[in-house]
């Protein structure tokens, strides 16, 4: 009978990855995290009220790894908040724009004229292209960046 204690598994720990703001973490557990809550989201739409809520509580596990993803690169977790002013700006502006747009043409519009309807949608539509550019480029930012090497302040490097 050996003595030998054999070293503990370096597994994933599923719930620091999507639980916890604490640490750091890798590109591919992040990756991982990250299509777990988009494939249970996927599922969630099909579930009427429930649904909203599973979609709800996913946020919680997404911002979990995104802010540990950024400390892996060394930035604070704060920076999450990003996508979501995009989002928040411009929805205000897309609706603002729709608004104003359907004020202005309200003639037209009860006419069914399909120029005054891509007048009213345009604009709207173009501000959530560039807000959804702003959240693919921040995911691609995260996902795909090198972290520290060696061990910052959010912890020890978790290739080692």
């Not at 979990?64 to 993803?69: E, H, P």
Request: aromatic share 10%; glycine share 12%.
């Amino acid at each position: 009978m050996s003595t030998e204690t054999s070293a503990p598994s370096q597994g994933l720990d599923w719930q620091k990855l999507l639980f916890s703001f604490e640490g750091r973490t890798r590109r591919s557990h992040f990756w991982i995290g990250w299509l777990i809550c988009v494939g249970a989201g996927w599922v969630a739409n099909f579930i009427p009220f429930v649904g909203q809520l599973i979609s709800l509580a996913l946020i919680w596990p997404n911002l979990a790894i995104a802010v540990k993803r950024l400390h892996d690169m060394g930035k604070s977790g704060w920076l999450v908040v990003i996508p979501w002013v995009a989002c928040i700006i411009g929805g205000i502006a897309a609706v603002s724009m729709m608004g104003v747009s359907a004020l202005s043409n309200a003639a037209a519009l009860e006419d069914g004229d399909p120029a005054a309807i891509m007048a009213l949608l345009g604009p709207a539509m173009g501000v959530v292209g560039v807000v959804l550019l702003v959240c693919l480029g921040f995911l691609l930012w995260i996902g795909l960046a090198e972290g520290q090497p060696g061990e910052n302040r959010y912890g020890p490097n978790p290739k080692s």
